[in-house]
């Protein structure tokens, strides 16, 4: 019999992010299809009651907490520490648990100390011939597997947008706290605080509704013989302003700026769409002055309602890439699109 365990941490101010929901339903998905298991929770933070009861409704039927100041912030050794102790706790043989960056470093390290097994970038769960199994992407999202293993406990790391949120109601949860005793050798290290863009030049939003790309046509000679980019700059801030898109490139648009050309300051590598890019999830995507290349949109796997605007009608867009290719003026459009926005 599976005990299939979420484990989850709370966010700084106490309550469980939307990957964590994620990463529940994906447990509850186990539970309800694994005959004869049972769902239980575990939670780290610095006080995990709130967490517990936003989802006192979900049919969990033990809840573990590790908490206290120690575990606020993310650090690898008071981490495994209290999540080692939880899966011993709960005797979890199946460890669901959303794949932030805190869980990605040390849920691999946890699994290795009880003699488990870990999958990174689970995209689903589900249920073959009677036992679990998840769905995982290979080479840059182009190929798909199911894999079920018979090792125990088993990690199962959910991609963060891959699920739909769990939306169990509140309530009141019962959590039943699990001592750790701490070596000082685990409190060494400390997060001194956090450098992070500032909110209008942070241009990444994993949770946008909108993906828009931009491709190195924005930088290139146009119908005039000359190059726009101090206007493309302005055109793509507006829309990104009006919208709160997250921006994606090209890698030859990122390149560019290696190359001494002139190029959109805001933008850096990690922009980058595609096979030696990122492969992120929006509902929708708006591609512009992009060619459309299969390196770059295998980077749009996940994208569900495809457009591009490019002036080449044979481009990769124009090749079943997209749902809706504008053979168009990219600056043209995005200025009526942006004048439509102030209107609207
Ligand atoms: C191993 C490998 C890995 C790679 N990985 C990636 C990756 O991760 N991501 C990635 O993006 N690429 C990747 N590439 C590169 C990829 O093959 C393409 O070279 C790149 O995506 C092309 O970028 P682009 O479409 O912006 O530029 P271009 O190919 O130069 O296309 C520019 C487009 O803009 C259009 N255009 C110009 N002006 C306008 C205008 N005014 N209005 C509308 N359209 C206009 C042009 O018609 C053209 O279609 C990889 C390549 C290799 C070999």
Not at 135 to 155: C, D, G, H, K
Not at 254 to 264: N, R, S, T
Not at 327 to 337: E, L, N, Q, R
Request: glycine letters at 8%; one cysteine or more; a positive charge.
């Amino acid at each position: 019999m599976e005990t299939v365990l979420l484990i989850a941490h709370t966010e700084a101010d106490g309550v469980l992010a939307r990957s964590a929901r994620e990463a529940l339903h994906a447990a509850r998905m186990l539970n309800k299809t694994l005959a004869g298991s049972n769902l239980v929770v575990g939670l780290v933070g610095e006080n995990v009651q709130a967490a517990a009861d936003s989802i006192a409704a979900c049919p969990a039927t033990r809840y573990f907490g590790v908490t206290g100041a120690e575990f606020t912030q993310a650090r690898y050794a008071t981490d495994a520490t209290a999540a080692e102790a939880i899966c011993r706790a709960a005797q979890a043989t199946i460890i669901v648990a959303p794949a932030t960056s805190r869980w990605n470093r040390v849920l691999p390290g946890v699994a290795q100390r009880l003699g488990g097994r870990v999958d990174t970038h689970v995209t689903d769960v589900a249920e073959v011939g009677g036992q679990p199994a998840i769905n995982r992407w290979y080479y840059r999202q182009r190929m798909e597997a199911t894999i079920s293993r018979t090792q125990r406990p088993w990690f199962m790391l959910i991609d963060p947008g891959s699920q739909p949120a769990c939306e169990c109601g509140a309530g009141t949860a019962s959590v039943e706290m699990v001592t750790v005793s701490l070596p000082e050798a685990c409190k060494r290290t400390t997060v001194v605080g956090v450098r992070e863009p500032k909110a209008d030049a942070q241009t990444i939003r994993p949770d946008a509704q909108l993906l828009f790309v931009t491709g190195a046509g924005w930088t290139k000679k146009q119908a005039d013989g000359h190059t726009h980019v101090p206007e493309a700059e302005k055109i793509i801030l507006e829309f990104l302003k009006h919208t709160r898109a997250s921006l994606g490139s090209s890698k030859s648009l990122v390149d560019l700026g290696g190359e001494g050309q002139a190029v959109l300051p805001f933008l850096s590598h990690l922009n980058q769409i595609g096979q030696t890019g990122s492969t992120p999830r929006h509902p929708k995507g708006l591609s512009t002055c992009c060619h459309g290349e299969e390196p770059h949109t295998v980077g749009w796997r996940f994208i569900a309602e495809r457009r591009a605007i490019s002036l080449d009608p044979n481009c990769g867009w124009a090749r079943g890439k997209a749902d809706v290719l504008y053979v168009a003026d990219a600056f043209k459009v995005m200025a009526k699109v942006n004048e439509l926005l102030t209107k609207g």
